[in-house]
């Protein structure tokens, strides 16, 4: 089946933890992204990856960091430093670079800080 | 910039009434693409349907409807004789040339009651 996974669905950490959310892909899709999503709110895009070992900040990218080592994987780090870790992750993936395809969503990852 | 309005945060229908779910957009770009997506509780976001500028013929697609109008800068989602399982967060999103991801609206929550 092909997909986008995200693990784990549930993750808790400790207030000063780094912590790092999963996202695999097996659509052969070159774009990946992160999103954060708060209670009432829409999605606020964090990274984004348009290729391999490339990268771009979006909106709130303060207080995390990304790799893109390989196509399938984009890994989302959550430093101490991010204020307001708690929220609803999303991952994404779309076909290829550009504005005008779609983006299909993995089932997210909840986190916790306390 | 690009901004994309829910103006509805919440709407609870009863099983087999029509419910439309509006969208306002706001962009400089000549090329943009409009989206929908769901979210069902599971939190998952599932595509829906994807629309671009100089698109503007509507789209039927079963119980699902939308309604393009460039003039008034509106992509309005209707479900016909809703049901049940169509309980969940609907966001209207935007991309354009001049940015590089999705603009989500704050999404409107949509209730179903038998």
Redesign the interface.
């Known amino acids: 089946d092909g997909g986008i996974t995200q693990s784990p669905k549930y993750l808790f950490r400790k207030e000063g933890q780094n912590v790092t959310l999963s996202c695999e892909q097996n659509l052969n899709h070159d774009a990946m ?1 992160w999103y954060r999503q708060d209670p ?6 964090i990274y ?1 990856s348009q290729i391999v070992n490339d990268f ?1 900040k ?1 909106d709130i990218a303060e207080g995390y960091s990304v790799s893109r080592e390989k196509k399938e994987s984009f890994p989302l780090t959550v430093t101490s430093a991010q204020k307001n870790p708690t929220a ?1 992750y ?1 991952c ?1 993936s779309s076909i290829a670079r550009g ?2 395809y ?7 990852t ?1 986190l916790t800080v306390t | 910039a690009q901004k994309v309005t829910q103006a509805q945060t919440e709407i609870s229908v009863v099983e087999k009434e029509d419910v439309t779910l509006d969208c306002v957009y706001e962009t400089r770009d000549t090329t943009y693409y409009l989206f929908w997506y769901k979210q069902p509780p599971s939190g998952e976001l599932v595509f829906l349907i994807r629309r671009n500028s100089f698109d503007e013929q509507n789209e039927i697609s079963g119980r699902y409807s939308w309604n393009f109008q460039k003039s008034t800068s509106s992509f309005n989602f209707t479900i016909t004789a809703s049901q049940v399982v169509d309980s969940a967060v609907y966001f209207c999103a935007l991309s354009g040339d001049s940015g590089y991801a999705l603009n989500f609206g704050k999404g409107t929550s949509l209730l179903v009651t038998p």
């Open positions: 992204y009432g709110q829409g999605l606020r895009l984004y771009q979006g609803f999303l994404a504005v005008s779609e983006q299909y969503f993995g089932p997210g909840r």
